[in-house]
């Protein structure tokens, strides 16, 4: 019953520190009108490890908080993080869930369909403007390479942080019931 918030607490505040370091990131790149996307990289983590309900529980706040602080539709990226999560979270089956190579690739590829899907939300809001998918395919590929570099970091992190909450491997992977 303790870890039932604890789990999700520890991985929003994490989100929440990875956010803030890509906004702050993001700030000095807006001088080349560019930036960086990690929405991908806050959700696969708890998709790959936890149950759906613990996911909800992850996914809604951190995109909430996402969604304050972006000029986007306010809950498009709950929504579209609750989407991910599911989607990863159905998917994930009998993959290694905790291999350090396959947890990369599906956040590189959960990042890319967000993007994708954030730019889509955008391009049909308004008029597109000239030179727009040279932007949206640089910032892509930098997106894309981040979440590569970041991505082990991020996870270990994340699994750091939840062991110093007193939450053992077991609960990360949802085999012992809390719900």
């Known amino acids: 019953m303790i870890s039932l918030y604890r ?4 991985v929003i505040v994490c989100g929440i520190l990875l956010w803030a370091i890509t906004a702050q990131i ?10 960086l996307f990690t929405g991908g990289l806050m959700i696969s983590y708890a998709a790959l490890r936890f149950r759906s309900r613990i996911i909800w529980r992850i996914a809604l706040p951190l ?6 602080a972006s000029a986007a539709p306010f809950g498009m990226h709950a929504a579209l993080f609750l989407l991910a999560g599911i989607i990863i979270h159905k998917l994930r089956g009998r993959k290694p869930r905790t291999d350090a190579v396959f947890s990369v690739i599906v ?10 899907a954030v730019a889509a939300v955008f391009a049909i ?4 403007q000239t030179g727009i998918v040279f932007t949206l395919l640089l910032n892509f590929m930098l997106s894309s390479a981040f979440v590569l570099l970041v991505a082990p970091w991020y996870f270990a992190l994340q699994t750091r942080a939840l062991e110093l909450a007193g939450i053992d491997a077991h609960m990360q992977l949802g085999q012992i019931s809390q719900d």
């Not at 993001?26 to 930036?35: E, I, K, Q």
């Not at 995109?63 to 304050?68: F, Y």
């Not at 809001?125 to 597109?128: A, D, H, L, M, N």
């Open 63 to 68: 995109g909430l908080w996402i969604d304050a």
């Open 107 to 116: 956040a590189v590829l959960a990042n890319a369909a967000l993007f994708i």
């Open 26 to 35: 993001n700030h000095y790149l807006a001088v080349w009108h560019l930036n």
């Open 7 to 10: 789990q999700p607490f520890v």
């Open 125 to 128: 809001r308004g008029p597109v």
